[in-house]
């Protein structure tokens, strides 16, 4: 008990000391639910600490940002704590002191906690978010903040608290008790991590099937009525409170045709994760200030100064390519070597383009900057130029070109050792079609998609890590066009090519939110793995296209993206 109560010492004064100016959201007896208890008896002997304050909700306003830096936008900070307590300082003020330094007006919310007795968990502390968002708008001419650019962020329960506020504002959390209660308490975005609560097989608790189940759906307390605003949402691959909560979220949004994000990191449990990704997703929807200048992502990367050697090989012997075409003039298929002037990792990148399976190109933007982004890091990297178009009937869109990518696997596992790399770290990467084809080559090594031919198809065409960009193809509403859906609805299923066999490496998933061949098409492949149990990475990026990453503003997420790849594979340890 000694400890709990330091803890809560040091908490308080912290909070106490970080004060820049206290707002109390409720009239003197007003405060709806005033009968539950909201206070822990001990709590009343903390020095300096006035005990009926804190039972009352309040805002804190933080000091402002820079007039020359102040952007219009206010973001109301919310932290976790299980609805039985609201003193998670510690990320609100790491996140008030780098949102401030963007410019934004900060205000940290207390809502009333322990939860109350015979009402649900959230109810007292909803009724107070609803009020603290119409105080927030009310304050909107005095701070100099645009009071349609309110949003929030906040962790855990306080995440499950920001969602109601996102997607249900039009029910009711308390009777009005004065005019203010005639304002409208939306907020016009929200930043969540680690959603608690949202699942109906962990409502109040943890999710007792860690929230895998095909048949997982959201509470129906979410309401995503017309006033649901565009979200941001992260989640580690192995918390307990699921992260199909937010991919669930993120689906709905969809529906809605709301703009969203979603990031998944694997490995990871009950966390605060990806911060600057929630800072590239209000850059990119301009709640900070216009969007600046598109760059071209081949004009940052357009030099070789990092490869050492390059050499091209073919990639079957002559006369024995099979699925050889007759009615159908194909490409030739091949491999190039890309080796690293500085090798600081035996690890090696496979990559190729899209195309539609209608043509390829190992020198596109889809292929060449990330080459030589790898190349700069020190990795080896393989491109390939696999067979299109499209072979004739009855073989299936992809058939040349997987048998091209399976064998081009081997090819590099044998060439490995020989050349200093390890041939147990392999990756492949592809977008678009490209990327349907990684998802082939990821999820169904274990089929062979072509009769051996010498003895290196003796080889595994298992890979151990896969990226696939923007993937098409690989929901049964978009075999071969874009989702006539979206890729939304339950019926979506994935395409029956994919095997998820027991050699399925972890995969990481980037994509566009307004991306209708890929963007339901990853979140979907990603929460089969997930019921698998392996933990892959999800990355959204919000009103961005097919072929996001062609031209990019400086600081989004389509601007980033790459990094999100090194990272991945460095949490792995596949690059190190």
Known sequence: MKKILCIICAVVSLAVSAVVERHFIWPDGKMPYSDQKHLIAAMTDVKNFKADEWRKPYLEWSKPPAADKKNGACVILISGGGYTSCCDVGHVRSWEKKLTEEGVTCVNFVYRTPRPN???????????????VRVVRSEAAKRGFDPNRIGTMSMSAGSHLATLLATSSLTPAYEPVDDLDKAPCNINFACTFAIAYALTDGVGTQNMREGDSIDTKLDSVFKFDKQTCPMWMSH????????????????????????????IYPDKGHAV?????????????????????????????????????????????????????????????????????????????????????MGNNPNSFEVAPFRRYLNEKGMTVVTVQYRTPRPAAPLAKHTTAWADIQRAIRIVRSEAEKRGLDPNRIGIMGSSAGGHLALMGATSSCRKAYGKVDNIDNLPCNPQWAVAIYPAYALTDGLDHPNSKGGNEDSA???????????????????????????????????????????????????RPHCFQGWAVPGTGSHTWMDRIWEFMWAKGFNK
């Open 118 to 132: 015979g009402l649900p968990i959230w109810q007292c502390a909803w009724a107070d978010a609803q009020r603290a």
């Open 236 to 263: 580690g691959g192995k918390d307990p409170y699921s992260p199909m909560a937010s991919t669930l979220v993120y689906r709905k949004l969809r529906q809605m045709k709301i703009p969203a994000e979603v990031h």
């Open 273 to 357: 994760l990806g911060f600057d990704r929630a800072v590239e997703f209000m850059r990119q929807m301009q709640y900070f200030s216009p969007l600046g200048k598109s760059q071209g992502l081949a004009d940052r990367y357009h030099s070789e100064k990092d490869r050492a050697t390059y050499e091209k090989v073919e990639i079957w012997p002559k006369g024995k390519m099979p699925y050889f075409q007759t009615k159908v003039k194909q490409c030739e298929p091949f491999l190039e070597w890309h080796t690293p002037k500085t090798l600081k990792t035996k690890a090696i990148q496979i990559i190729w383009s899209g195309g539609s399976y």
């Open 493 to 543: 299923r994935l395409a029956p090519e994919f095997s998820f066999d027991l050699k399925t490496p972890p995969i990481l998933f980037i994509h566009g939110d307004k991306d209708d061949w890929a963007a339901m098409n990853s979140v979907k492949v990603w929460e089969q793995l997930s019921r698998m149990g392996i933990q892959g990475e999800l990355h959204t990026l919000a009103l």
